[in-house]
């Protein structure tokens, strides 16, 4: 009987899911068709995240929540359309990127200002989101500067994504001031981010140094297996001299 209960929620969730990507898919072949730039829902998708930011500032929460659900929408379509018009850049990618740090970073200081506010006054949860802030930065930065010396490091459990889900968890279950334990949530939201962004970094950490240790002992075989080759062979007519 669980199994089956199991089974019917994972078929309904699935089902969500299926609806939820063509309503996205939908959008993204009309944008698409209306030759949307893709950089300007990036743009769009960062000004959303900046009147996120500014309702966590104000307290405003709930709406703060909502609004992050709608910019995030953006961030999936730009890549979407960009691929299905055939307008994929370098320089939009790195543009995305780049505005992602920033539509990371204004939450976390709309966050900072509402708990330094004298009503809400909190030293630790200012704390936290700046411990946060900081983690997120290093986490896309380790992944960046990685991606130099290795093809891929988007290890650890929380990036992005993982962020943001957290935030909009954080923001639809919490009141301020308010004293149920289940109506404020975010400060245990910011916990899991300070903690979660360094053991994140940790990890990719590890991983970099890991294959680099790796292709650096495959690379010295690979330079010298020629020299060694031709020290072992027999030398030809063309090498003999008289």
Not at 225 to 242: F, I, N, S
């Amino acid at each position: 009987m669980i199994g089956a209960l199991v089974t019917n929620l994972d078929m309904f969730g699935a089902s969500i899911g299926r609806a939820g990507q063509r309503i996205i898919d939908a959008m993204v072949r009309w944008l698409a068709r209306g030759h949307i730039n893709p950089n300007i829902l990036t743009f769009f998708g960062v000004a959303i995240n900046v009147g996120s930011g500014l309702l966590f500032g104000f307290g405003q929460f709930f709406w703060a929540g909502i609004v992050l659900i709608v910019a995030n929408l953006f961030d999936m379509l730009d890549g979407q359309v960009a691929r299905l018009s055939g307008r994929v850049t370098s320089f939009g990618g790195f543009l995305d990127s780049s505005l992602d740090r920033l539509s990371d970073m204004v939450v976390f200081v709309g966050l900072m200002v509402f708990y330094a506010r004298p009503e809400y006054h909190s030293t630790l949860n200012v704390f936290l989101a700046g411990a946060g802030l900081m983690g997120s930065v290093m986490v896309s930065y380790a992944s960046a500067r990685a991606e130099s010396l290795i093809p891929k490091c988007d290890v650890g459990f929380l990036r992005r994504p993982e962020r943001v889900v957290l935030f909009i968890i954080g923001a639809l279950s919490t009141v301020p001031n308010s004293t149920n334990y289940f109506a404020y949530r975010m400060p245990a939201v910011l916990w899991v981010l300070a903690i979660g962004s360094y053991w994140t970094f940790a990890h990719r950490m590890y991983h970099t140094w890991t294959e680099v240790n790796r292709s650096e002992a495959v690379q010295p075989i690979t330079k010298n297996g020629p020299d060694q080759a031709e020290m072992r062979r027999e030398p030809t007519l063309a090498h003999k001299v008289g």
